[in-house]
């Protein structure tokens, strides 16, 4: 027992050991643990760089004490590589260790995290735990991305399509790279502006900033810009973007030419600031009747070159070459006689041309690359048809005679009348030319050449005076003319010029003085002198009249005519008296033209004499004569006088030894004896005597004759100067040489001037003969010339001399070699062997002494041919086989060049086609060699039996290769005389008809050969039997024609069914032609006809199926044995069907309508197309369109036209757009629809542009549509999807008020809608987006406008411009309306002074109102007039306040809200889902056009009364007599109106004056039930338009009563701006109120009434059947000063009402103390939020204007107050 206890003892005291050492250990077993859940490990992240020490872990949170005095545990870092981490273990911090290095992420450390192992061991117990510690290291964007390259290069050609990737160059590793990681790692591609090349940037770009790859943007026009420097960037994608690093390359994009350009003939002139040539017109002439070996090639000048334009096409092989053709020609024959070389342009004679029948020839040549480039080039060519000069020119007439007035100017026409009206015509013709062409004669004068010359060109030819003529110096020309042609002269024919003369000469005296005796024995009438005056005009000009002017004081005479002075009648002479006359000659010509001389005779009075000698008038006489003077010409009259008459004897005493002067002896006359010649003697002196016969009785007198040069010597040339001469070609101004030549004439006549005679164009010579070029010479066009050189002196008619040098043109070297034909091209067979000669060119060089050699310029070919250097053959190094050409022709082009060995000038080149020509490699190979067939004995010509095939291994598409086939009828003559085979298919066919035995087999032999060169050929053998008839089976009929099948008929269905009847036959039937398209399958037991596969009436609406029915054993030998009996015909019709719905032309279509668009006006055309027919193409349309206002439709469409039309004024809907579907059904609205969206935006001119055009409005009519393409085109640039509409086209208003009219030019108004918005574009944007455009807009109406038309300008419309100019004259009154003003504010101020003290008054008032209330609080309710709804249980209300308004009383508590005047309203587009469409209105200031005057609409407004879809289900109960619910009426404007009503009722029912229980007992008794108003039409309209100033004297109670709840009203006014409801902010504007088209008036009486008392509504249960109808919107007016509330200032003693929670009454009423409830929410525009202390918003939130008030009661509040406007019974009033 003690053992036992022992034992137990024992083991108790080992289990209290063990607890014990199990509590101490667990008390150390949580070291070295995170004292922190989650993971174990430890995760931190760093930043790169980080400096050092920077802490990586604040504390492991590891359990247990490392430091202090006893350390539970011990910690240290494990696999801490590059220890990169320090370990504080007392604090359990790491830190990072970065001493002398960085911690960087990127290569080369390419450090991303560092994991070291924090161990713990626990002291007490020993374990040891590892704790990881991952630190992430985060990458910074340190490192800048690297391209790989420093730049990149691309090509692109410039056909190259835009939106086509031109480099990806940056793929791969190829781009940039960025050794950062995550986003700072990755790179982005955008293109940098270059300011070195700016139209790189608009020319290409990156669409994918990833990928880097560019693409074109702009086409590219290598004619323009052949490399472009793009600025790629690259950046990486750093979060923050300021510090994205970036870096640069430069990618150059060099364009490579393309074929975008057609050929040009050269020599090409270009158009300025164009690459276009000028038009080009080639010449020619041949002469008539020559033969085309004479002429051929015909020259043309320049010679015929075109070239493409784009000459650097690689490689060169693609470059195209040239065909030349003429295109068109007149006359039409031209190709009978011309012909042009298409490669070569060398044109060709056929055949002679006969000038009588063919004068000229104009063609149309064209030039096009052989490579099909659609755009050709084109130039004329006139050929010119040269007469056979056989014929010599005449002159029309005999001779000529004409007439010149010697006064007539250099360039005068001659006349071929003495009135001077018209010229002298010359006409030369010539047989060789027809008469009414210009025969290119050359007329010369033989005579008189510097007098007169002759015009040179046309059919009729003038003569001009060249120098002024003297009729006094000759007055007759006579010369001939002659005509030449260049090969023959005509006749000379006579050519008389009269000079006519003009009064060009002055009479006169041969002296101006004479000295005169007379005696004093002379009696009067005795001659003193005989003056004699001279004048070499002819006629009256000519004729003299003579005049003392002064001098003869009376004693002397003179007769007019002769002009002997004689002693005056009854004179008496005195001695010693001397006399002065002065004597006048003067012409009778018109006294516009006279002309005089005078001279003077003095007159000495002498005593008589009987004894003096003779005496001459004058002792000396000077006389000029010419050398030319004709022998017995008069020189002078010597005549003396004696006076005493003794006869006179005149001789020559000296001076005259050669006797060249005759002197009559009798008279004194001096006349030429012999005929002068100045250059020996030039002057005499003669002594003439006059004797009478006495000794003493001789005088004498001085002749000086002088001798005056004639131009009678022509210039001569020095022999000595040499005559042949030489100069270098290709300069200009070299010397040639010099002539000289001397006149012997005096003077000018004397002077020598030297001209050329010919080729004035190519040589020049000086005033001292030298001669120089004038031009580069080009001996290889001529090197040889005569040239004249005439040698004219200075005379008025000058002589000339001509002398004749030979000079010759020296060769330099200035030619390249020119080979005989630009283009060479040779056909070369091929497998010829090698050194074939194929081609000898031939290369000429015009210089003297050039050595051409030849050579080939492309290298890649010389592996091919050889060219012989001295003699241009062209051979083969080495066969060419046509196979081994990939192209489908084969051919070599290459350069050969041909050059001078000692010369400098660069080579001529040529083109060298080489075409090798396929030569039958390989015969046809037939597929069988035995081919089998049947036949029925009694087939029909043309029946197929079988078909053979062969193949040819040459290349396909050449002759060698295209297998044809024929019957050898020289082995089986007869098979071959019965059957045949297609030439191109191998289909062996019956030759005639058979008639043959049955069981016979034929055997027919088919060749194939084909085209090529030599023909090779196979042949194969055709076994062919002859069926037994019983063999074949018979078709019951030839043809069949089942009934009509549906297109929509399914696959299966049964078409029809064939039969045909064999014997003993199992008989197959098969479709064998007519079914390509599988459309139909046969049951080729059954031979029912059925659907296979969908059909289709608009694709094929027939099928013609051949069947046939064959034996099931010929069936299965796979041989058909088509016969008459065994195949037919069957007839397929499909049916159409009403499959494809009609499909609009749009899927959207966008129009407008103004504001003053008339009813049932046109808005725009729908069209929809049906691919079905007949009826089911017939459209039938319809609009799906909510009803806009008052149940209208806004539009109607025409049934079956699609025109869309107006239904509905829109006058003040401006900015208002319509949204609705029209459907189209088919089949006249039967069958399919389809539908499609239509916007209406309502426009008027204030969104408008007029544009002007210089076109008809009739022409822009017929091309409205696609002028207006074009304009959308445009407008769409700016706004996608914008539409162009066209208002309207008239003429052209201009002037003052756009008063006029011009029908030559056109006004298209127009505007544009944007469907983003569905309204119209700005006016002013719309300007700028076609203004901007309006060069390339013009551009493209060209082809509509015609030539010339072009838009003028765009303007604003006359009605917006005739408002603007209104709006700025308002302006004026600016100063007057300020001046206004401040009298208003002047006047006002006694107006506030009565305010204050009616407010007074009115708080007494207030408490007789408070008291009267409650009396009437307590009186018993009467029942309601009419019936309620059933009502639904619910508490009952609490008693109204107290204070109800006297108006109150006038109905029932549901209050008619009046749309508020001066509100803003902007509706805005839904929020909710559209389902057919939506209207929606915006009001701005709007503008109605009356009588030419803009004036603002004032908004309507409408009352109406609830409809009855509106059901309103409320509770009614009879309140408690309590005081009833007061509401204010501040906001309505219909109160002055009534409160003036209800006074008048009062004051007649005599109760006016009582106190206010006894008022309202009168007025129960009489008329207890209810009281009702009738307001007049004036009182109604009036009251909706005037301000509550406006009101009458009457409403100054209303006013005062009203003033009492005002500030309560702010508070609950306010806090409704502040928080407006859900509903506000989501409603659609169909709750908006819309304007009224009826006048305020009517509505007045319709909708406004007094109800019949009800109860009071004191809540809304239930709101059923409300139909959501659109508003009208008033009008935007601005607020009036007087409607603001003013009692935002005074302090309300009425408590504030609490806001309801019910979701359908939340929102409170505008004025009065209880709230009202929304039956359905609406939406309140941003104005009247801000306005809502002053305005009302329960009809925009109810949807009309119906709304319901809910009062909440507290009776604690209204105790003490009394309201003077309700009844006995608590009812209370609603309008």
Not at 186 to 213: C, H, K, R, W
Not at 517 to 522: G, H, L, P, R
Not at 976 to 982: C, G, L, M, Q, R
Not at 990 to 1006: A, G, Y
């Amino acid at each position: 027992m003690f053992q036992h206890f022992s034992l137990w003892k024992w083991f108790a005291s080992g289990i209290i050991l063990g607890c014990l050492f199990t509590v101490c250990l667990g008390q150390y077993d949580d070291d070295c643990k995170l004292a922190r859940g989650g993971p174990p490990a430890t995760i931190v992240a760093i930043d790169e760089e980080s400096r050092n020490g920077t802490i990586l872990v604040d504390n492991m949170l590891i359990k247990g004490t490392a430091g202090g005095p006893d350390p539970t545990i011990e910690l240290s870092l494990k696999d801490n590589v590059d220890y990169w981490v320090l370990l504080d273990p007392v604090k359990q911090m790491l830190f990072l260790n970065s001493t002398g290095r960085v911690l960087d992420r990127d290569p080369p450390m390419n450090i991303h995290s560092i994991v070291v192992q924090v161990q713990c061991i626990n002291k007490k117990v020993g374990t040891v735990i590892y704790h990881e510690v991952r630190i992430v290291v985060r990458d910074r964007n340190d490192n800048s991305p690297t391209f790989k390259h420093e730049s990149y290069y691309a090509t692109v050609n410039e056909l190259t399509p835009v939106g086509t990737t031109i480099f990806t160059g940056f793929s791969g590793d190829n781009g940039a790279t960025d050794i950062d990681d995550g986003p700072n790692g990755q790179i982005e591609y955008v293109i940098q502006y270059n300011p070195d090349d700016p139209a790189s940037n608009d020319t290409f770009e990156i669409p994918l900033m990833l990928t880097g790859n560019v693409v074109l943007r702009k086409r590219l026009n290598y004619e323009d810009k052949t490399r472009y420097f793009v600025i790629i960037q690259a950046n990486d994608r750093a979060q923050n973007l300021n510090e994205r690093r970036t870096t640069t390359t430069t990618l150059t994009v060099d364009v490579l030419d393309g074929d975008d350009l057609g050929p040009m003939f050269l020599p090409c002139v270009l158009v300025p600031n164009t690459r276009d040539c000028r038009p080009l017109t080639y010449q020619a002439a041949i002469p008539e009747l020559r033969t085309p070996e004479e002429l051929n090639p015909i020259i043309v000048t320049p010679p015929i070159q075109a070239i493409d334009q784009d000459q650097n096409i690689q490689p060169p092989s693609d470059r195209p070459g040239m065909l030349y053709s003429i295109l068109v020609g007149t006359p039409e024959d031209y190709p009978r006689f011309f012909h042009m070389h298409p490669r070569t342009a060398e044109l060709s004679l056929l055949e002679p041309v006969n000038r009588d029948f063919h004068q000229k020839f104009d063609l149309v040549i064209k030039a096009e690359q052989d490579n099909g480039h659609p755009l050709p080039a084109f130039a004329s060519l006139h050929i010119e048809i040269l007469d056979e000069n056989n014929q010599s020119p005449y002159f029309t007439m005999p001779s000529y005679q004409g007439y010149i007035l010697e006064s007539a100017p250099v360039g005068a026409t001659i006349s071929d009348s003495l009135n001077l009206t018209t010229p002298l015509r010359i006409v030369a013709l010539d047989k060789d030319i027809e008469d009414m062409k210009d025969p290119e004669l050359h007329l010369f004068l033989n005579d008189y050449t510097s007098v007169f010359t002759v015009t040179q060109t046309g059919i009729t030819r003038y003569l001009t005076l060249l120098q002024p003529v003297d009729r006094e110096e000759q007055q007759t020309y006579t010369f001939s003319i002659t005509a030449f042609d260049g090969v023959q002269e005509s006749e000379p024919v006579i050519v008389t010029i009269r000079v006519m003369d003009a009064n060009d000469n002055t009479p006169t005296f041969p002296e101006i003085s004479y000295d005169v005796y007379v005696y004093t024995d002379m009696n009067p009438g005795d001659s003193v002198i005989q003056l004699t005056a001279v004048d070499a005009d002819e006629g009256s000009n000519g004729e003299i009249t003579y005049e003392i002017l002064v001098g003869a004081q009376g004693d002397f005479i003179i007769n007019k005519t002769t002009g002997l002075i004689t002693i005056a009648p009854g004179v008496e002479l005195m001695v010693g008296r001397t006399y002065a006359l002065t004597v006048q000659a003067a012409d009778n010509a018109p006294p516009a033209e006279r002309r005089h001389s005078i001279c003077t005779v003095y007159i000495e009075v002498l005593p008589p004499n009987n004894q003096s000698p003779p005496r001459f008038p004058q002792l000396m006489y000077s006389l000029e004569i010419s050398e030319a003077m004709r022998i017995g010409a008069v020189l002078l009259n010597l005549q003396a006088t004696d006076r005493e008459g003794d006869p006179i004897t005149y001789a020559i005493e000296n001076g005259d030894p050669q006797r060249v002067f005759n002197l009559s002896e009798t008279t004194g006359i001096l006349t030429l004896g012999k005929a002068l010649d100045r250059e020996s003697t030039d002057r005499y002196i003669l002594i003439i005597t006059a004797s009478d016969g006495r000794p003493d009785g001789t005088s004498t007198a001085t002749v000086n004759v002088v001798v005056t040069d004639v131009n009678d010597n022509a210039p001569a040339f020095d022999p000595y100067l040499p005559r042949n001469l030489s100069v270098v070609e290709e300069e200009a101004n070299a010397f040639v040489g010099q002539v000289r030549a001397a006149d012997p004439d005096a003077g000018i006549n004397g002077q020598v001037h030297y001209s050329l005679g010919n080729f004035n164009n190519l040589f020049r010579i000086t005033s001292n003969g030298s001669i120089y070029t004038a031009v580069k010479l080009n001996r290889e066009i001529r090197d040889y010339y005569e040239l004249v050189v005439v040698a004219t002196d200075g005379a008025v008619h000058p002589r000339h001399s001509t002398l004749t040098l030979a000079i010759k043109v020296l060769d330099i070297d200035d030619n390249s070699p020119v080979f005989t034909n630009s283009t060479y091209t040779v056909v070369v067979e091929e497998n010829l062997p090698a050194g074939t000669t194929f081609l000898q060119i031939e290369a000429k060089d015009v210089d003297l002494g050039a050595n051409v050699s030849y050579r080939i310029r492309s290298p890649e070919v010389k592996h091919f041919f050889a060219l012989h250097p001295f003699t241009g053959e062209l051979s083969l190094l080495r066969s060419l086989d046509y196979e081994s050409f990939p192209d489908q022709e084969a051919s070599i082009t290459f350069l050969v060049e041909a050059f001078d060995i000692y010369g400098t000038m660069p080579p001529g080149i040529a083109t060298v086609t080489v075409i090798v020509k396929d030569m039958n490699d390989y015969p046809p190979v037939f597929s069988k060699r035995i081919y089998k067939g049947m036949v029925a004995p009694d087939a029909v010509k043309g029946t197929p039996i079988t078909t053979v095939y062969a193949e040819d291994a040459d290349p396909p598409g050449l002759p060698a290769s295209r297998v044809r086939y024929r019957v050898d009828d020289v082995q089986f003559p007869y098979p071959a005389s019965i059957f045949d085979v297609e030439e191109d298919s191998g289909r062996i066919i019956t030759r005639v008809n058979l008639n043959e035995e049955p069981t016979t087999i034929f055997k027919l032999v088919i060749v194939a050969f084909d085209d090529g060169e030599p023909v090779m050929s196979s042949s194969a053998t055709v076994k062919i039997l002859v069926l037994h008839p019983g063999e074949i089976p018979r078709f019951t009929q030839e043809e069949y024609r089942p009934p009509p099948v549906s297109e929509l008929a399914t696959r299966g269905t049964m078409v029809g069914v064939i039969s045909a009847a064999a014997i003993n036959q199992s008989i197959v039937y098969s479709i064998v032609a007519g079914n390509e398209e599988d459309k139909f399958g046969i049951n080729n037991v059954t031979g029912v006809i059925y659907v296979n596969a969908p059909l289709d009436y608009e694709t094929r609406t027939s099928y013609v199926l051949r069947v046939q029915a064959d034996s099931l054993e010929v069936v299965l030998a796979n041989l058909r044995v088509p016969s008459k009996s065994n195949t037919a015909k069957v007839y397929i019709e499909i049916q159409d069907e009403n499959d494809h719905p009609p499909v609009f032309q749009k899927k959207f279509y966008i129009g407008g309508v103004s504001e003053d668009a008339r009813m049932f006006a046109s808005v725009l055309r729908v069209k929809a197309t049906d691919k079905d027919t007949g009826n089911y193409s017939a459209m039938a349309y319809r609009l799906i369109i909510p009803p806009i206002k008052e149940g209208k439709e806004g539009f109607v469409v025409e049934t079956y036209t699609g025109l869309i039309k107006t239904a509905m004024l829109f006058h003040n809907m401006r900015r208002s757009y319509f949204k609705f579907q029209v459907i189209a059904t088919d089949n006249y609205g039967k069958g399919l629809s389809g539908k499609a969206d239509v916007l209406v935006s309502v426009v008027n001119q204030l969104d408008m542009q007029v544009i002007v055009s210089n076109v008809p409005p009739t022409l822009v009519e017929k091309k409205i549509e696609v002028l207006t393409e074009i304009l959308d085109r445009y407008v769409q640039e700016q706004i996608p999807g914008a539409k162009v509409v066209v208002e309207s086209i008239g003429a052209r208003r201009h002037g003052d008020a756009f008063s006029l009219e011009d029908y030559t030019k056109c006004d298209l108004t127009v505007y544009a809608i944007d469907p983003q918005t569905n309204r119209a574009i700005d006016r002013n944007e719309l300007f700028k987006f076609l203004d901007g455009k309006l060069l390339d807009i013009n551009k493209d109406f060209q082809p509509y406008y015609g030539e010339g038309g072009r838009i003028l300008e765009i303007r604003t419309p006359e009605a917006v411009t005739s408002i603007k100019k209104r709006g700025e004259s308002l302006g004026y009154t600016e100063g007057a309306l300020l001046a206004l003003a401040f009298i208003i504010i002047l006047c006002c101020i006694p107006a506030i002074l009565v305010v204050l003290v009616s407010y007074r008054q009115f708080k007494v008032r207030q408490a007789e109102c408070t008291k009267t209330a409650r009396i009437q609080s307590a009186l018993p309710a009467a029942k309601p007039a009419a019936p309620a709804p059933t009502p639904v249980a619910m508490p009952p209300p609490p008693p109204p306040p107290p204070g109800a308004h006297l108006y109150e009383e006038l109905g029932d508590s549901t209050m008619y809200e009046m749309p508020q005047y001066g509100s803003r309203r902007r509706l805005l587009p839904p929020a909710g889902p559209e389902e057919y469409g939506e209207v929606v209105g915006e009001a701005e200031e709007e503008y109605e056009e009356e009588e030419g005057k803009a004036k603002k609409v004032k908004p309507k407004v409408e009352i109406r009364e609830p409809s009855e879809e509106e059901e309103v289900v409320v509770t009614i109960e009879k309140p408690p007599p309590a005081e009833p619910t007061y509401t204010t009426w501040k906001r309505a404007r219909i109160f002055p109106m009534i409160f003036k009503k209800v006074r008048g009722l009062a004051d007649r029912r005599g109760i006016i004056d009582l106190e206010e229980e006894e008022w309202q007992r009168r007025l129960e008794e009489e008329d207890k039930d209810y009281l009702k108003l009738t307001l007049d039409q004036d009182e109604a309209t009036e009251s909706t338009v005037e301000s509550e100033e406006e009101s009458s004297s009457d409403y100054t109670e209303y006013s005062e009563e009203e003033s009492e709840f005002s500030e309560s009203e702010t508070t609950e006014e306010e806090s409704e701006s502040e928080t407006p409801s859900e509903e506000e902010e989501s409603s659609t504007p169909e709750s908006e109120e819309s304007e009224s088209t009826e006048s305020e008036g009517e509505k007045a009486r319709k909708n406004i009434f007094i109800a019949r008392r009800r109860p009071v509504v004191e809540d809304v249960k239930e709101v059923k059947g409300r139909k959501k109808e659109p508003a009208e919107e008033p009008e935007e007016l601005k607020v009036e000063e007087e409607e603001e509330h003013p009692a935002e200032e005074q302090k309300s003693e009425l408590a504030p009402v609490e806001e309801p929670t019910d979701l359908q009454s939340r929102d409170i009423t505008e004025e009065g103390s209880a709230e009202s409830a929304s039956v359905e929410g609406g939406v309140e525009s941003e104005e009247e939020s801000e306005s809502s202390s002053i305005s009302s918003s329960s009809e925009s939130q109810s949807g009309g204007p119906w709304g319901f008030q809910v009062p909440e009661y507290d009776p604690s509040k209204y105790a003490s107050k009394k309201s003077p406007g309700a009844n006995s019974e608590g009812y209370n009033t609603a309008l």
